[in-house]
């Protein structure tokens, strides 16, 4: 189901680097008193995860119910340390799929978390992937594949310092897709194959090959944070600290009030809704 969430990402400012990089800052606002946004939005949330006319022949004879089965077999359990941060980072990364999808026009597959075994453990390879791409049988120079690394820090608990924090963190591993750029498309393509979504398997068959077929690919940063640990003195203290690898093109900050709170309610909501 899709549910177009892009109208929440409200864009607050840029912060200029003395590299004249420049980060973005957006704030996702959302009104938890409106059930039936909430409700579309989990449903969108679910459909990351499993695909909706499978559901019910899925849950049927393991003696549970709907809702017991997206929680034991589907979503990671919040109540283990693992299955906590798990939907948390994972939580990131899907608001980000839906950053890029909803307001800046990159194709996403959505099909990244369907194939888990163990709800509480990470996907491997690259966090997020989006291809921008006019004409699929006339490749272009200007057709651009974005790869982002993205964390998340849900929750206020420990203080951050400038070595453990999100924003250090995903400018340390971005460079690190680099060498996952092959496999992490292989798994995009096989998974549209298994799906018969052939002309959707093309798009990213175009981006498999960039020597011969060149185009242009960026590589982002991504911290998604609670408003409530977010502030831009302390975003500066980290740049200023750290290197920044030149491959870096983008780095995005997305926080919102009281994350966690949303961030649980909405894997709730996506298991009864």
Not at 35 to 42: C, R
Not at 52 to 81: C, H, M, R, V, W
Not at 177 to 187: G, K
Request: charged share 30%.
């Amino acid at each position: 189901m899709e549910f177009d969430n892009g109208q929440y990402f409200v864009f607050v400012k840029d912060i200029t680097l003395p590299s004249n990089k420049i980060i973005k800052v957006y704030e996702l606002v959302k009104d938890l008193q409106d059930d039936h946004v909430l409700n579309l939005w989990a449903k969108s949330l679910r459909n990351y995860y499993i695909e909706e006319n499978l559901i019910d022949d899925l849950y049927t004879g393991t003696g549970l119910s709907k809702s017991e089965y997206l929680q034991k077999n589907i979503f990671p359990n919040p109540a283990n340390k693992l299955g906590a941060a798990t939907m948390s980072g994972e939580f990131g990364e899907i608001l980000v799929y839906d950053f890029i999808h909803y307001t800046q026009n990159y194709y996403v597959t959505k099909l990244r978390y369907l194939e888990k075994t163990n709800p509480d453990v990470p996907v491997s390879g690259s966090d997020v992937i989006g291809y921008a791409i006019k004409n699929v049988l006339k490749p272009s120079i200007e057709d651009k594949l974005l790869i982002a690394e993205v964390k998340t820090r849900s929750s206020v608990g420990r203080r951050l310092t400038i070595q453990d924090n999100p924003l250090t963190k995903a400018i340390a591993d971005s460079p690190k897709d680099r060498n996952r750029i092959a496999e992490s498309l292989n798994a995009e393509k096989r998974r549209l194959l298994m799906r018969n979504r052939l002309t959707e398997a093309k798009i990213v068959e175009r981006f498999q090959n960039r020597t011969d077929n060149p185009y242009q690919i960026e590589f982002s940063a991504v911290a998604v944070l609670s408003k409530e640990i977010y502030t831009e003195e302390f975003i500066r203290e980290v740049i200023d600290s750290i290197n920044i690898d030149d491959i870096i093109s983008n780095i995005l900050i997305i926080y919102s009030d009281k994350l966690l709170a949303f961030i649980r309610d909405l894997y709730r909501r996506a298991c009864t809704c």
